[in-house]
């Protein structure tokens, strides 16, 4: 299996909403990334877990809450969001983690959650 | 940042050779050179990666100039499925993957 799976492929909340997108793979990889994406604009990394530990969380707001329940699992939390943060969300994993260790080795990424807040 | 500069955009014929530059100025020795590409409506995908020498795979060929300040991604025969945007990321100690802008690249028939 060489796969990243993310669910819901389409997602459509109002700013008051709570809602869960969600990231799998089964590849044994020990690090996981969340990336946004706008229109024509190249993918902005979020948040990075390493062996299940948070360890880059690029200033995001905290209305996207990131979750690692164990090492396959990755789940960003959402909640009062607003339109502009209606995007393509991208779930990456990579064999390696990131602490400490050279060369994690190259990303596999999902198909990606769009995001539309209303 | 990690920063890279591509061109915006570039052409080409089908079934010729493509090179696509790359400039990674603020590199360092522990730093690797990333590429992926990104089809419409599609996650990014990983092409090739390295830190030193060049590179090659089923894929495409890296070359990386010998002072590692810029690269060339080589497809080296160009199919119309090539169309996408292909980024080029220096990963910090061979992590922290921040994209760049990325080239567009067109492939005539």
């Known amino acids: 299996d060489t796969e990243v799976t993310q669910t819901p492929k389409h997602l459509v909340m109002g700013m008051t909403n709570k809602k869960s997108l969600k990231c799998e793979q089964h590849m044994g990889h020990r690090a996981m990334y969340w990336y946004k994406q706008k229109a024509k604009k190249p993918p902005e990394l979020m948040f990075v877990y390493s062996y299940e530990k948070l360890s880059i969380n690029e200033s995001v707001p905290s209305r996207f809450s990131p979750e690692c329940p164990n090492s396959s699992l990755l789940n960003l939390h959402l909640h009062a969001l607003q339109p502009e943060d209606s995007a393509l969300y991208l779930c990456?994993?990579?064999?390696?983690?990131?602490?400490?260790?050279?060369?994690?080795?190259?990303?596999?990424f999902g198909e990606g959650s769009r995001l539309t807040v209303l | 940042d990690a920063k890279t500069t591509q061109p915006n955009s570039m052409e080409s014929n089908e079934e010729e050779p493509v090179h696509l530059p790359c400039n990674h100025s603020?590199?360092?020795?522990?730093?690797?050179i990333h590429w992926y590409r990104q089809l419409p409506s599609q996650g990014p995908e990983y092409v090739i990666h390295?830190?030193?020498s060049n590179v090659n795979n089923r894929m495409a060929s890296l070359a990386i100039a010998e002072d590692r300040k810029s690269s060339t991604l080589i497809l080296h025969r160009a199919t119309l499925r090539d169309a996408a945007v292909y980024y080029c990321i220096m990963a910090v100690y061979g992590q922290n993957f921040v994209f760049g802008p990325g080239t567009r690249l067109s492939v005539l028939p």
């Open positions: 990456a994993s990579s064999l390696r983690g990131t602490s400490g260790i050279l060369n994690t080795g190259e990303l596999f």
């Open positions: 603020t590199i360092s020795g522990t730093d690797y």
């Open positions: 390295g830190l030193t």
